[in-house]
T-cell receptor
Framework: DSGVTQTPKHLITATGQRVTLRCSPR?????VYWYQQSLDQGLQFLIQYYNGEERAKGNILERFSAQQFPDLHSELNLSSLELGDSALYFCASSPETARLETQYFGPGTRLLVL | DAKTTQPNSMESNEEEPVHLPCNHS???????IHWYRQLPSQGPEYVIHGLTSNVNNRMASLAIAEDRKSSTLILHRATLRDAAVYYCILRGQAGGAGSYQLTFGKGTKLSVIP
């Protein structure tokens, strides 16, 4: 158990809908990362937040957005969903934002868009 | 980002040592070599990292070539629980200050035969 929790575990929705994925980092970790894992693209970095502020963006679509709240939990919002958005979404956390820090991953949310 | 090359898959017998290779011929002097693994239906987990010297921890050993253009993750006695995808990742200051996401390749899928 990494100490990172993600809800829900599974999500099934329809195209065009909007969903919110939630991540609670390990206690005390200030940095949260979101990754997407699909069969064709593998594990890809989406976005990073550090202590409430956006720090870096990766291959995140404009239809996707995220935020980190004062209690340090983070939410990833996916809107106008398409079939291709079906994937596993992982969040990871680390204490700070140093380059050598281990990232601790949650169990993921499996999103299926029908 | 410097790239890594790993075999797509490897097999090992249970309780035998496993050597997982990684080539990173374009590694820079400040890049650390990290290994993560992803067990089936789980998020990635940290295994080990190093810069120049060989490293050991409770999970594995990391052997780094003298020219740093390749490295080998060593599992001393493979167990069924070690069946996973193993990712070799170079971590440097990519993407600007404060941006330390993990860049995953395709990894090596390790199968352990009872």
């Amino acid at each position: 158990d990494s100490g990172v929790t993600q809800t829900p575990k599974h999500l099934i929705t329809a195209t065009g809908q909007r969903v919110t994925l939630r991540c609670s980092p390990r206690s005390g970790d200030l940095s949260v990362y979101w990754y997407q894992q699909s069969l064709d693209q593998g594990l890809q970095f989406l976005i990073q937040y550090y202590n409430g502020e956006e720090r870096a963006k990766g291959n995140i679509l404009e239809r996707f957005s995220a935020q980190q709240f004062p209690d340090l939990h983070s939410e990833l919002n996916l809107s106008s969903l398409e079939l291709g958005d079906s994937a596993l979404y992982f969040c990871a956390s680390s204490p700070e934002t140093a380059r050598l820090e281990t990232q601790y991953f949650g169990p993921g949310t499996r999103l299926l868009v029908l | 980002d410097a790239k890594t090359t790993q075999p797509n898959s490897m097999e090992s017998n249970e309780e035998e040592p496993v050597h997982l290779p990684c080539n990173h011929s374009t590694i820079s002097g400040t890049d650390y070599i990290h290994w993560y693994r992803q067990l089936p239906s789980q998020g990635p987990e940290y295994v080990i990292h190093g810069l120049t010297s060989n490293v050991n921890n409770r999970m594995a050993s990391l052997a780094i070539a003298e020219d740093r253009k390749s490295s080998t993750l060593i599992l001393h006695r493979a167990t069924l629980r070690d069946a996973a995808v193993y990712y070799c990742i170079l971590r440097g200051q990519a993407g600007g200050a404060g941006s330390y996401q993990l860049t995953f390749g395709k990894g090596t899928k390790l199968s352990v035969i009872p």
